[in-house]
C-alpha cells in the first residue's frame, strides 16, 4: 500500500510518498507527479523518509520522473532516504543521477517559510 501527499511552498512542491512503491501502484504516484508538473513548480522534491521499499518499475517510473522535468527545466530533489533505500540508490548508482539531500540541507537551501 503506498500513500502520497504533497505539499506547496511558492515555487517548490514536495511529494511525500509512504510505504511500499512498486509496479501495482506506480499510476498513483504518476497522477500526483502529472498534477504537481502541471503547476510549473521550479522545484519537485520527494520526500522518502516514510517510503519503505521500492522495485525495480518504481525505479524506472523515477528515473522518467528524472527525464520529465529536465525537459520541463524542473528541477527534481530526493531527501530524506531511510538507509534501505538509500542501498537501493547506491547499487542501482542512481546517486550518480538524482539529486539526494537530507531533509535539513533541502529545507534550509530551498525552503524560507521553515
Avoid at 525537459?71 to 538524482?98: M, P
Wanted: hydrophobic fraction near 40%.
Amino acid at each position: 500500500m503506498i500513500e502520497v501527499r504533497t505539499e506547496e511552498h511558492g515555487d517548490v512542491m514536495i511529494m511525500h510518498i509512504k510505504g511500499e512503491f512498486y509496479i501495482e501502484n506506480i499510476q498513483t504516484v504518476e497522477n500526483t507527479w502529472n498534477e504537481l508538473v502541471a503547476r510549473k513548480p521550479k522545484i519537485i522534491a520527494i520526500n522518502c523518509h516514510d517510503l519503505e521499499f521500492i522495485d525495480s518499475s518504481a525505479i524506472g517510473t523515477l528515473v522518467k520522473f528524472l527525464n520529465n522535468a529536465m525537459n520541463k527545466k524542473i528541477k527534481l530533489i530526493f531527501y530524506d532516504l531511510s538507509k534501505s533505500i538509500q542501498q537501493i540508490f547506491e547499487t542501482a548508482r542512481l546517486n550518480n543521477f538524482f539529486t539526494v539531500t537530507t531533509k535539513s540541507k533541502f529545507e534550509t537551501q530551498f525552503l524560507n517559510d521553515i
